[in-house]
């Protein structure tokens, strides 16, 4: 509440609400990065064990020179958004937010390195970095105030 002269208004921060509505969106960007770590850590499992799955040679990748390294980065990164996707889900942890919101820049970069061994997969995993991102940082919010 805010005083002036002697009227009463009310603070525009006071008026907001949580809404059932946009929590979903948090909740769905949560359980994307669930999933995105799940198949994060299984892309990751399957550079490390089979690298003729993959189209192009390990010394044409853009910045790792083997599919062993990629293969740990993305296990790596695999189980960090698992671990935000379920903190953001069982509670809405601010921690899980930012951690969330982090990894799945992280994710969207990596992928950039990753694009000309997996074109299809990588642009998919860079569209979904940024729902997650989006559905985070504009409706993450709403998690914490239920």
Avoid: K
């Amino acid at each position: 509440m805010v005083r002036t002269g002697g009227e009463t208004e009310r603070d525009p921060s006071d008026l907001r609400s949580a809404s059932r509505a946009w929590q979903g969106w948090a909740f769905f960007g949560g359980a994307c990065m669930a999933l995105m770590g799940m198949f994060w850590v299984g892309l990751g499992l399957v550079a490390l064990v089979e690298e003729r799955y993959f189209t192009v040679r390990g010394n044409a990748l853009l910045t790792l020179h083997s599919y062993v390294s990629w293969g740990w980065v993305h296990l790596a990164g695999g189980v960090l958004a698992l671990a935000a996707g379920v903190g953001i889900l069982w509670g809405g942890r601010p921690w899980a937010r930012r951690a969330g919101i982090a990894v799945a820049g992280l994710s969207a970069v990596v992928n950039l390195g990753f694009l000309a061994a997996a074109p299809v997969w990588s642009t998919l995993v860079i569209a979904l970095d940024v729902v997650v991102i989006h559905a985070l940082t504009v409706h993450g919010r709403e998690i914490e105030e239920r």
